[in-house]
């Protein structure tokens, strides 16, 4: 069946340096992917929507510039960490529409970020 | 702005009985969508169960149900014969029809032998 999934699944790096993750969807296209947060045992927090084709949308609180998002094709939407701090490292969990307009979404099994 | 509440950080249930999740939310709106969300140990998120708030039948899902309450804004989760597996945490859920997930603080389930 349709499968989101995110590369890398860990990733480590240094404070000052950036780090791109991605997310692609399998055997379905997404024009809009969602990108969430995940603090240890907290909930998911909506970053930004990726829209294929323009601009992001980023939610209130979020920097834009920080958290550099790329929807460059249907099946493909990135999340660039800029400049990152030990405070940026997190969960990182991406979600597409299972299908044009669709309620549901699948989700990505997360991309866990150490910035030491 | 909506918001979603659940007010279990813990629950505990041993293997084979029944257990309840509570969720409540607030919305002006009318029309919108409900999911319970399962985040076992590897992460990964995976739906449980999903309500339309114009359906007034509450919705199942083999082993999980739901009793939504449209007036009271409450929207729980009943495991019925949990299994060792369902040993996650669970996330509720409420989306607008034209909006993005908003998701609750989650409730961790420990289902004992």
């Known amino acids: 069946g349709a499968v989101v999934s995110q590369h890398p699944s860990r990733v480590i790096c240094k404070s000052g340096t950036s780090v791109k993750i991605e997310c692609r969807s399998l055997?379905?296209?997404?024009?809009?992917m969602f990108w969430y947060r995940q603090f240890p045992k907290k909930s998911l927090m909506l970053m930004a929507t990726?829209?294929?084709?323009?601009?992001?949308?980023?939610e209130q609180g979020v920097e834009k510039d920080k958290f550099l998002i790329n929807h460059a094709s249907l099946t493909l939407s990135t999340l660039t960490v800029t400049s990152a701090h030990p405070e940026d490292s997190s969960f990182y969990i991406c979600s597409a529409p299972r299908g044009q307009g669709a309620v549901e979404q699948y989700f990505g099994p997360g991309t866990r970020l150490t910035v030491t | 702005a909506q918001t979603v509440t659940q007010s279990q950080p813990e629950m505990s249930v041993q293997e084979a009985e029944t257990v309840t999740l509570s969720c409540t939310y607030d919305t002006s709106e009318n029309n919108y969508y409900l999911f319970w969300y399962k985040q076992p140990p590897s992460r990964q998120m995976i739906l449980v169960i999903r309500q339309e708030a114009y359906k007034q039948q509450n919705a199942t899902e083999n082993r999980f149900s739901v009793n939504f309450q449209k007036a009271a804004k409450s929207f729980s989760l009943k495991i019925s014969d949990s299994q060792l597996g369902d040993t996650a945490m669970y996330f509720c859920a409420f989306m607008s029809l034209t909006d993005k997930l908003i998701f609750g603080t989650g409730t961790r389930l420990q289902v004992f032998p």
């Open positions: 055997d379905f296209q997404a024009t809009t």
């Open positions: 990726s829209n294929e084709g323009s601009k992001a949308t980023y």
